[in-house]
């Protein structure tokens, strides 16, 4: 049925987490904008919480809540920006490498000190209050990612811009997490490459892009062979047990994501 006061907006095809993001803020006129993920929800009271925070801390550019999982677990919120060691530690051989483990770490688990609202570097982005003018100033969400790193990309663009990004943790959602993308894990898995690559090349020095590029391309194939053997391993043991068929698939389809990266997407990746 109808909502009072919802307009609904359809682009008649997928264009991507970020164009259809900033489709959906086209013409707003609100102080502010919410983008929320279709498998996220709110906790009552939540956006009241984040838009007051921004009200009272004109610092602010992007808020963002404390997420958990459905059965209660607490989610991961925040992060660090994706470094190219970070995200070669991630996608790579080379994540072996001490220096790339701990690149990973602090991209992975960033400081956030205190129990209040703080500034950090990147907010998850299932869940964004966003003031409209200062989106606006920055260009919105980059249309080049198709899907991954563009909360990432946004919340650089706007601590650069002079604002700041702040987690508030009094405010509260349920997050499923990849519940829109796990059926589309193999199809998928090339454009978080993708766009892990655009990432690197939008922020990195010239030194850094062409480090990042030459290791990528050398230690990405044999991680993919790796993780290929491994999750058809696991996929087989699960496949034994009735109560373990569900990870069983989800193996099956990660293993598929890796043939698919040596193979079908292989030069999609390298294109980058």
Not at 16 to 21: K, M, V
Not at 66 to 74: E, K, V
Not at 105 to 113: K, S
């Amino acid at each position: 049925g109808e909502v009072p006061a919802v307009e609904v907006r359809s682009g008649g095809r997928n264009v991507g987490f970020a164009a259809g993001c900033n489709r959906a803020a086209a013409g707003a006129t609100t102080d502010h904008l919410l983008f929320l993920n279709p498998d996220a929800i709110l906790d009552a009271g939540t956006l009241d919480v984040l838009v007051r925070h921004l009200d009272r801390h004109p610092e602010c550019g992007v808020a963002g809540p404390a997420l958990r999982y459905p059965d209660g677990r607490s989610q991961p919120s925040v992060r660090g920006d994706p470094t190219p060691a970070a995200l070669l530690h991630k996608y790579t051989v080379f994540k072996l490498l001490p220096s790339v483990r701990r690149a990973y770490r602090r991209y992975r688990e960033p400081e956030t000190p205190g129990p209040g609202p703080r500034p950090v570097k990147v907010l998850m982005g299932c869940a964004l209050l966003v003031r409209t003018d200062l989106f606006r100033a920055v260009g919105g969400f980059d249309e080049r990612y198709f899907l991954y790193y563009e909360e990432a990309d946004l919340c650089r663009r706007v601590r650069e811009a002079g604002a700041q990004v702040h987690f508030v943790p009094e405010a509260g959602a349920v997050h499923e997490g990849g519940a829109s993308a796990s059926a589309e894990v193999p199809r998928l898995a090339a454009v978080r490459l993708v766009s892990a690559q655009r990432y690197v090349a939008r922020f990195a020095s010239r030194g850094s892009r062409a480090a990042f590029r030459g290791a990528f391309l050398f230690g990405f194939p044999p991680r993919a062979m790796a993780d290929l053997l491994r999750d058809t391993a696991y996929a087989a043991l699960y496949g034994l047990w009735p109560r373990r068929r569900e990870k069983a698939g989800r193996k099956a389809r990660e293993a598929l994501a890796s043939l698919r990266l040596l193979t079908l997407d292989l030069m999609k990746v390298a294109a980058g």
